[in-house]
């Protein structure tokens, strides 16, 4: 199973273009961004039991910092992707640090406060093209003669971030640091009793979220060669943990399953020619979707799957 | 600064925190009572508009048409209660995210199927649609007054519901503690759809009261979602008055924030910088007053359960 979707992952492309749908290279792409912002997201959610309704913010701001160094003339990805990572772990690094003092309905209200706060400070830099977002010129420079605006070149490279994204995730949910995240989660007195610094645990993994989360940002704003405000709207955070709920929480491919089903679900319901001016009205068989999801899959699509095989 | 823009911007402040206070308390009640997140909530403010412009165009009185489109509120409310959310009680939070998030998708595509993309006009009442003098020679919307009246009317009416009657003494009870009030042998499941009715009901007559100042369409519940969200979080989770106190603090600041911010910004800076930075700023506010009660006082102003 795994194989095969490795397979199609990898011969994607070159099956598109043989079929002359270039667009859905572009597509896919985008399905694997966002897989991976939700797959951050999950770390959180899932694994530490950390709701963020926030995670729009380390997403916007990674993108952000991405179109903001390419206004100021900096393209090259070796300098502006670390950038976008570091200042979205230095976001997530103040937000979790006084957000984690708060628990339950509290915690996912205090984030979203601070993704609001830096939503309205990204719209107020008029200088950065405050409500209307920021337009690049191109796709950020590789430095060595190749180009990122090749669609070929984009997905296999963002592949490839995604593969190494998580297989880091994978190791270190099956760390020893992995397992402490987990049992705080299902049991913060019992973890504290053992003798683990809670806070610093779950802080650290906020950061690592956080970071992994810009990372998709700069990959986002490449993407689309834009950076709006509408990437750190709380409706963005919102759309994160829908993928994440509807994928799987928790589980290991919750985070990319969910972004892949629902990018694909919006894609076919609004794009597809036969549904005519029906495919205006995309979100009802969407909601109906997730709905359904809701009654009959309660651990997400990726859980129902592990449920079969098991 | 001139007490007449003051006095303007405290009594705009006070229609809109208590318009807040009619969306907030549905959602603290269903919050508190049955754990229960509903992010459907603003959904029921958006049908609640959309009725009563509806019955108000074809009965041609707005007065008429209130009592119609709160009631035909609160009956969505209940058979969305009956039919979906009783199902998801148990369930845990997220599943709720989820389940409600399906429902805004579903009744903003069912709104559109039925009225179209174009957004509704809906008059202020005739006899309130011109401005009146005030004491001290200052002229303001009579219609804003009138939301001012009913809003507090309604605040008033509803403490007396929650703090004098025998079903206010079961919300009570409800908020306070489920297994107990449970236990006590308290008809949990038809107070849950009662309360959820009177939710409804209660944002269909803030739907319906501003749905003159602002426009009816698709989507202006979602924004107004997270503020009733802040003001229940400010107030204390369950907390009647709590949502009370929150929804006129938030009315205040946020409505302040913008109206004095940018005034005071030109003072001290070049107008350019304070035309950038004002709006934003007073938008920040009112996050930065719920991250500061959370930090002092981490279960809001009023904790409902003891």
């Known amino acids: 199973m795994r194989l095969a979707l490795l397979l199609l992952a990898l011969i994607f492309p070159w099956a598109m273009h043989a079929l002359g749908q270039d667009f859905y290279i572009s597509f896919a792409a985008r399905i694997l961004i966002y897989a991976m912002a939700a797959a951050s997201l999950n770390l959180v959610l899932g694994y530490g039991g950390m709701v963020s309704f926030g995670h729009a913010a380390f997403f916007g701001a990674g993108a952000y910092m991405v179109g903001i160094l390419a206004a100021e003339g900096i393209t090259s990805l070796w300098i502006s992707w670390p950038i976008a990572i570091a200042v979205a772990a230095l976001a997530a690094l103040v937000v979790g640090a006084i957000s984690l003092r708060t628990r339950g309905v509290y915690f996912i209200m205090i984030t979203l406060a601070f993704a609001q706060m830096m939503y309205y400070v990204f719209v107020s830099l008029k200088a950065y093209g405050g409500d209307d977002g920021l337009s690049m010129p191109g796709r950020s420079t590789t430095g060595f003669g190749v180009s990122l605006s090749n669609d070929f070149v984009w997905y296999y490279l963002v592949l490839g971030l995604l593969a190494a994204v998580l297989y880091l995730l994978h190791r270190l949910i099956h760390s020893r640091f992995g397992r402490v995240i987990e049992a705080i989660r299902e049991n913060e007195i019992r973890a504290t009793a053992i003798g683990y610094p809670i806070y610093r645990y779950q802080l650290v993994c906020f950061v690592i979220s956080g970071a992994i989360a810009g990372l998709a940002g700069a990959l986002i704003a490449n993407q689309t060669s834009y950076a709006g405000p509408s990437l750190l709207h709380w409706v963005q955070s919102g759309t994160l943990m829908i993928m994440v709920i509807l994928g799987g929480v928790g589980r290991f491919w919750g985070g990319p399953v969910g972004a892949a089903v629902l990018l694909i679900l919006e894609e076919v319901f609004s794009g597809t020619p036969i549904l005519g001016a029906y495919s205006l009205h995309w979100q009802l068989p969407v909601g109906l979707i997730l709905l359904a999801v809701v009654l009959w899959a309660p651990r997400g699509i990726a859980g129902a799957f592990a449920q079969k095989h098991s | ?306």
Request: charged share 10%; net charge positive.
């Open chain 2, 1 to 306: 600064m001139s007490g007449i823009l003051l006095l303007e911007q405290s009594l705009n402040s006070l229609q809109f925190g208590l318009m807040l206070f009619l969306l907030a308390a549905g959602l603290t009640l269903v919050f508190g009572i049955m754990d229960m997140i509903n992010l459907a909530h603003g959904s029921l403010y958006m049908i609640g508009a959309y009725l009563m412009a509806t019955f108000a165009e074809a009965t041609g009185s707005f007065w008429v048409a209130l009592p119609l489109a709160l009631v035909a509120t609160a009956v969505v409310g209940a058979v969305l209660e009956i039919s979906l959310l009783r199902t998801l009680y148990e369930r845990d939070h997220l599943t709720q995210v989820l389940a409600t998030f399906a429902v805004i998708l579903i009744a903003n595509e069912v709104v559109r199927l039925i009225w179209g993309n174009q957004s509704l006009m809906l008059n202020a009442p005739a006899g309130l649609q011109g401005p009146v003098a005030l004491p001290g020679g200052m002229q303001y919307a009579s219609y804003r007054l009138a939301i001012i009246a009913v809003g507090a009317s309604v605040a008033l009416l509803l403490y007396l519901l929650v703090t004098k009657t025998k079903v206010g003494m079961l919300v009570r009870a409800g908020a306070s503690n489920r297994e107990m009030a449970i236990a006590m042998g308290v008809n949990i499941r038809r107070l849950f759809t009662v309360v959820f009715a009177l939710g409804a009901a209660l944002c269909a007559l803030a739907g319906a009261m501003l749905g003159p100042i602002l426009a009816v369409q698709v989507g202006m519940g979602e924004n107004i979602l997270i503020l009733a969200f802040v003001v229940i979080v400010i107030g204390g989770i369950g907390s009647i008055r709590g949502a009370f106190v929150g929804a006129l603090l938030v009315g205040f600041v946020d409505t302040m924030g913008r109206a004095l911010i940018p005034i005071s910004f030109a003072k001290m800076f070049s107008p350019q910088v304070a035309s950038n930075l004002g709006p934003s700023l007073s938008s920040i506010l009112i996050y930065v007053l719920m991250a500061a009660v959370l930090f002092f006082r981490p279960k809001g102003l009023f904790p409902a359960r003891g």
